[in-house]
Each structure stands twice: as C-alpha cells, then as structure tokens.
C-alpha cells in the first residue's frame, strides 16, 4: 500500500474528486448525457459571447464620447473593429496555453481563472474613461479568457462517441443564446440615467460612468458563475500536477521519479505532449478544417449587415439599423433552435464528414443568393419575395453551421492521447482566433472594393468567399468517414 504525503503542493481535486472519463471503448447503446456537468458547461457557454457582444450596441458612442476620433465620424468604425480584433488577438496569443495548462491542473482551475479574467475585465471597460484603459480592458479579457477551448475539452472528457453528436448539437443553442443577450443587455442598459431616470437617476456612479450598468451585469453573472463552477462542477481530468510544481519546474522535474509514486503505474502513460508531437497529420487536417469553416463563417456575418445597410441602388438592401437588428436575431434563434432539433438526426444520418461537406456545399447557394437578392430588389424594391430570399439565406447559413459540430468532434478526436485533448483544442482555437481577427477587415475590404470600383459587377466579394467555400471542400474531403478514435 502507497502512503501519500500531503504538504502544500497536494493537489485540492484528489482521486476521489475526479470524475471518471466515460468509457470510449466497447459501447454496446447509446448513453445519456450526465445533465448535471453538461448543463453547467452550457451556461457558461452562454456566458462567453455574451462578453464579446455585450460592447457592440454601444462602442460606437463609446468611441465618441472619449474623443479618440476628434470629430471624424468616418475614424469611429476603426476604432470599434481595433476593439474586436484586440480581443481576438491577445486570446489568439494565450489559449494554447491555457488549454495546455488544462492538461496539466487539471479544467475547473482555468475555467475559474477565466471568469474571474472576465469579472475584472468586464468591470474595468465599464470605468474606463480613456481609449487605453478601454483597450487594456479588452486585452485583458481576451488573454485571461481560455474558458472556451476548456470547455470543447470538458465536453469531450464527459462523453463517448454515442452521446458526443447530441452534446455538440447544444452548443450552437447556448453560443446563440449568448450571441443574443449579449448586444440585448449592452442595449437596454447602457445610459441608464437618461432612459429609465426614475430607476437610476440618483445614481451619480451610473451618470458619471453611462456603460458601467451592462458591464457590471455581464461581469457580476461571471462571479456568480464562478461561484457555480467552484461549489458544483466536478473535475473531467486526472490532474498531473500543480501550480505549486508548475512554478518550481526545474525542481520537480529532478525529483518527479522518487516525490510521485503515480509515475511509475498507468497515469505515466497518459501524459501531455510537447508542441512539436500535436503536429500529426490528423491534427492538422482538422485543425485545417476547423479553420476553413471559421473563415466561411466569420467572412459571412461581417458582410452580410454591410450588405443590408448598402442602399439598394448599389447592390444592398437599404435597410435601417432595427430591421437588420431584427434579422440578426432571427438568424440567431432559428440557428440555435434547428441545431439542437436536426443536428444529431443529420449526423446519424450522413455521418461526419458527408455532413461537414454538406454544410460546406450549402455555403454556394447562400453567397448565390447576394446578387440574387440585390437584382429583385433593384427590379422590385423591399417587396415580400425579397424577404423571402433573405429567409432561404438564412437557412443555408444554418445549415452551414452544422460543420462546426462535426469539426469539434474531430478535433478531440484527433489528440494524440487523452492527455492531450486540451493543447489540441488550443492549437485549433488559436488558428481560428487569429482567422477571426483578419477574416471580417478582408470580408469588408473585398465587399466595399467590389461595390465601389464594380469589379465582376460588384459581385468580387461573393466570389472570393465561394473560393473560401472550395478550400473548405478541399480540406473536408480529407477528413475520415469515422472519427480517428473509433
């Protein structure tokens, strides 16, 4: 019998507190979802777009109101896409690493770092007065938060291959959730001594700080989230160390061999690999895919609200800000809601990969769709058949979501051992992260070049998303019919 020592690096989650993996191998039916961990994951996910979205109704009068711009209306949009991308850009630094981290100590101790990050972060945006500090805050945000590739890995330790499709068919439900509330609190609550006086009037914080309310919201619900995760979440992974070891490495490595009686049993098997090994071809291939779908993705929803406020006579819509408000919410609930309702049939149905491919193929009638609804609307104005074009649009986009399901069932399944499901995760986040910090300025650049010198009838745009498309095709093709792990 092994004797443990317990000093101060002892590991507060011990073997009792960890949750065992369901089994991967030798699953006769299909088994149920454990809804108690699943649903806490899900609502945290709901959490993580409403940080980014949450700015989004009101940045630009945010940039406005501190004076970066000096007065130039048309330096407003700039400052406002250098928010987002900074965001994308400081997570596209640090979530390998923090995923990486989740291998070692375990994934509730980053999740909880991660919305403590938010909390900080969301409060300090809603003080701030300067463009600095606004940045600061958002770089903050962005490098402290590894919540979600965390919880793509926390997914796949509390599933098998016969309940993974179900879980995946939730997550667009709950991202969409997010999506929606986000700009919804950001909206209602910004300002809340000129629109509801009565309320906060006599708040002299609230009138001297008019972004603190939605701010302090957002970063109030991710210490109550904290507080959920620390009392109720369970840990998915068998920790292998600590951050006590982490940060006296060189020490415990010399003496790992004679301090850590689980090194020489079975857990020494199963540890995380360094960078250069999670370079295999099947890690790329998803990875490449994952990416793929992201850059469709990302390239669509920046174009398409550009695309509906452009006046009809240069190829849009000529839409006002609530009606594609409106749209952007209706495509938010019908992806959420179909997703959870086809996701699993489609995937049972096709498989992984000819479903991937058919959400892929899906994209090239909803970019066909662009000119075709700019030419009805030139021939006809905003008449019925046009709305009824834009809704065959939006189905496409929600069928083309479906990749993304498919894609991170891939990924983890493409780990090279379970202790490296987490920097897996992380290397596919951090290549997306960086493709949606540049994905929306080349959407737009093509889309406003396009509209404004007419090149291939203004429709240039279109044509090099559906180039997009064919990469997308490519690298789909190479995945497995069947995941790696089965």
């Known amino acids: 019998m092994i004797l443990e020592t317990v000093d101060e690096e002892t590991p507060l989650l011990h073997a009792n507190d960890y949750v065992e993996p369901q089994q991967k191998l030798a699953v006769t039916g ?22 980014s979205q949450v700015i989004s109704p009101f940045a630009p009068q945010l940039i406005r109101d501190i004076g970066v711009t000096n007065g130039e209306e048309g330096r407003v949009g700039i400052y406002v896409g ?22 070692l100590v375990g994934r509730k101790p ?65 991202w969409q959730a997010g999506i929606a509330l986000g700009p919804l609190i950001g909206g209602l609550l910004a300002h809340p001594t000129v629109r509801y006086p009565e309320l906060f009037g006599r708040y002299k ?26 009392l109720f979440l369970s840990e998915s992974t068998q920790p292998s160390t600590t951050f006590a070891r982490l940060l006296r490495l060189h020490e415990s490595e010399r003496s790992a061999s004679r301090t ?16 250069r ?47 594609i408000g409106i749209i952007l919410a209706v495509l938010g609930i019908l992806n959420g809601v179909l997703q959870v309702l086809f996701f699993v049939r489609l995937h049972d149905w096709l498989g992984g990969r000819n479903l991937y491919l058919f959400s892929v193929f899906s994209c090239f009638p909803m970019l066909a769709l662009f000119p075709l609804i700019s030419f009805t609307a030139k021939a006809q104005g905003l008449s019925y058949f046009v709305y009824l074009l834009v809704a065959l649009q939006l189905l496409a986009f929600v069928i083309s979501y479906s990749a993304y399901g498919v894609v991170f069932m891939y990924i983890n399944a493409s780990a090279p051992n379970r202790a490296s499901i987490g ?61 790696w792990c089965e």
């Open 423 to 483: 920097a897996t995760n992380g290397l596919a986040q951090t290549v997306v992260s960086v493709i949606r910090a540049v994905g929306p300025a080349l959407a737009n650049s093509a889309y406003s070049l396009s509209i404004e010198k007419q090149l291939l009838g203004g429709n240039m745009a279109y044509w090099l998303m559906a180039g997009m498309v064919c990469i997308a095709i490519g690298v789909g093709s190479a995945l497995p019919k069947r995941l």
């Open 260 to 275: 850590m009686p689980s090194d020489s049993g079975p857990q020494s098997k199963m540890k995380p690999l360094p960078f």
């Open 110 to 174: 980053i999740l909880l770092i991660g919305l403590t990050g938010i909390s900080i972060s969301m409060y300090s945006f809603g003080l701030s007065r300067t463009f600095w500090s606004i940045v600061l805050s958002r770089c903050l945000c962005g490098a402290l938060n590894g919540n979600v590739v965390v919880m793509k890995s926390m997914i796949a330790d509390i599933t098998d291959s016969t309940n993974m499709p179900q879980a995946y068919g939730y997550i667009p439900f709950a």
């Open 205 to 230: 914080l609230l009138e001297a700080y008019p972004y603190f309310l939605p701010c302090g919201v957002i970063g109030t619900l991710a210490l109550i989230w904290w507080c959920v995760t620390f």
């Open 82 to 103: 250098l928010l987002q991308s900074l965001f994308f850009a400081t997570e596209a630094l640090t979530t390998f690493h923090w995923s990486r981290l989740s291998d």
């Open 30 to 51: 299909k088994t149920p979802l454990p809804w108690g961990q699943f649903s806490i994951i899900l609502s945290l996910q709901v959490l993580e777009p409403m940080t």
């Open 277 to 323: 090994d999670l370079l295999v071809t099947r890690v790329i291939i998803a990875t490449c895919a994952y990416a793929a779908a992201a850059l469709i993705e990302i390239s669509f929803r920046a174009v398409q609200p550009v695309f509906c406020a452009t006046p009809i006579e240069m190829g849009g819509l000529g839409l006002d800000a609530p009606a």
